[in-house]
């Protein structure tokens, strides 16, 4: 029987990361969720019950100013997030992990991966929204969305996913431009599985070509899921996240 700890993980300026972990053997998992979820997902309670069934060290946690966690929403950054992604790597996990990221929890994964290359032993994205903060200047937001972003630092957009509209912020989408990685080689050698659904509406599918096409391994699989939107949460799809995680570990 695997054991499973829930708890808060202080960082350095005093905020409570709220996380849910098993303790199990390596490699273990991490999931980085995504813009505005939280860590009582589908994706990751699947991958809970996987490593428990397989006696897997896992973790799962919140941002700081997502569910559980304390700290400021509108006041954090990719930058930010980054840093709560290491501090749970550093303090909840030994050996080897793969990283599992969904969304910006994609984009989050990459960043980590690179801070802390001789502990990763895979990464796995699921709709990975890599440098959605250009994605969204460039392409998305209006021009009124613009002005009000000018006027007040903050814009909200209506989305499919949420009852409430996301929350975008002039800090974030400034942080974000000193974080992209798109525009240049990334420099990771571990095997890379990108998971796509084929009718997201939220981040196109291919943005997993072009991030393959970026990176330095020449291990990465795509894997197009005809029928699967941005959340990849029906069960054809966690079937095929789960067995994506399992080839990976055995490889």
């Known amino acids: 029987m695997t054991k499973t700890i829930e708890g808060h993980l202080t960082t350095p300026d005093g905020v409570q990361l709220a996380y849910v972990q098993t303790l199990g053997q390596s490699p273990g998992i991490v999931f980085l969720g995504g813009y505005m979820s939280d860590m009582t997902g589908v994706k990751a309670q699947a ?8 006696n897997l ?7 700081r100013g997502h569910g559980a966690s304390t700290g400021s929403f509108e006041m954090s950054t990719i930058s930010t997030w980054t840093s709560d992604t290491l501090a749970v790597i550093d303090t909840l996990t030994e050996g080897p992990q793969i990283l599992v ?10 960043l980590a991966a690179i801070a802390r290359k001789p502990l990763i032993l895979g990464l796995v994205g699921i709709a990975a929204a890599t440098d959605f903060t250009r994605r969204l200047l460039d392409n998305e937001l209006t021009a009124s969305q613009l002005t009000e972003l000018r006027r007040t630092g903050v814009t909200h957009i209506h989305s499919p996913y949420s009852e409430t509209p996301y929350v975008f912020t002039q800090s974030l989408l400034e942080d974000g431009q000193t974080q992209l990685l ?5 420099d990771l050698q571990c095997p890379v599985r990108l998971l796509h659904g084929m009718t997201d509406t939220s981040v196109p599918w291919e943005n997993s070509l072009e991030l393959a096409n970026r990176l330095s391994t020449s291990d990465v699989e795509i894997i197009l899921i005809k ?12 079937d095929r996240l789960l067995l994506t995680v399992r080839t990976l570990i055995s490889s």
């Open 47 to 54: 991958l809970e019950t996987f490593c428990q069934e397989n």
């Open 57 to 63: 060290s896992f973790v799962r946690f919140d941002y």
């Open 101 to 110: 990221g969904s969304s910006m929890g994609g984009w989050l994964m990459l």
């Open 182 to 186: 798109l525009d240049k080689p990334i």
């Open 227 to 238: 029928d699967g939107d941005h959340r990849l949460s029906d069960p054809v799809s966690i």
